[in-house]
């Protein structure tokens, strides 16, 4: 099947520090999107992608989707103690029939105070 | 309530024993999805449904797993014969896309199920 391979595992930051990450996939996607996981919670949207090559900002994230289609990338400027967490990349290769997402394994980020 | 709802949040069953997770998607939403979360990896789809129709079941690892959703609303996910390796975390997601084509409007999750079996 698909896979998604998402790095770094982890980082280790300082507040105030970007934060960058990045998905890389075997196959195209069509769609791209970005989640974020707390403890005991489900994965929240963050940034969806839908086109090659587009750029989207939330606040202080950006995230691109790859011209290939087989990567993207999610940036985090000037990072603050609550985007602590595990970030998710996802992809969606719907196309003529209805798939569920297929998920990296997730980049720990932990700020530093 | 304004987004999707799980029940129980948390499950201890015995191995052997017949479980039952129950999901109550985004109202309107056409699309419901399971997923399974094992501890320290990301999602894994299960099962798909469009309304009442069970689209997309590739996911599930056994014929242990079910699912359902007879009304087109809320949604069963049943394990029969539990066993250690059905421990997770089972998510379930769901959108607004119903054209069963190039999906377009993204998912949103629930908190999860955790099941712990014994």
């Known amino acids: 099947g698909q896979q998604l391979n998402q790095s770094p595992q982890s980082m280790f930051i300082q507040e105030g520090e970007d934060v960058s990450m990045n998905c890389t996939s075997s196959?195209?996607?069509?769609?791209w999107l970005w989640y974020k996981q707390d403890p005991g919670e489900g994965p929240v949207l963050l940034i969806a992608?839908?086109?090659?090559?587009e750029l989207t900002s939330n606040g202080r994230l950006t995230a691109q989707f790859g011209i290939t289609r087989k990567d993207s990338f999610l940036n985090i400027s000037a990072s603050i103690p609550s985007d602590v967490g595990i970030y998710f990349c996802?992809?969606?290769?719907?196309?003529?029939?209805?798939?569920?997402?297929?998920f990296g394994k997730g980049t720990h980020l932990i700020i530093q105070p | 309530g304004a987004g999707v709802s799980q029940s129980p949040r948390y499950k201890v069953a015995k191995r052997g024993q017949d479980v039952a997770l129950r999901c109550d998607p985004i109202?309107?939403?056409?699309?419901l999805f399971w997923y399974q979360q094992a501890l320290g990896q990301g999602p894994e789809f299960l099962t798909y449904?469009?309304?009442?129709?069970?689209?997309?079941k590739s996911g599930l690892p056994s014929d242990r797993f079910f699912a359902e959703r007879p009304e087109g609303s809320v949604s069963t996910l049943k394990i029969q014969r539990t066993q250690q390796e059905d421990s997770a975390v089972y998510l379930c997601?769901?959108?607004?896309?119903?054209?069963?084509?190039?999906?377009?409007?993204?998912?949103?999750f629930g908190d999860g199920t955790r099941l712990s079996i014994l």
């Open positions: 997601a769901s959108s607004t896309d119903g054209t069963g084509g190039h999906s377009n409007q993204p998912q949103h």
């Open positions: 196959s195209i996607f069509n769609t």
């Open positions: 992608l839908y086109k090659a090559g």
């Open positions: 996802a992809g969606d290769d719907s196309g003529g029939g209805a798939d569920g997402l297929t």
């Open positions: 109202s309107g939403h056409v699309s």
């Open positions: 449904f469009q309304n009442e129709a069970q689209l997309d």
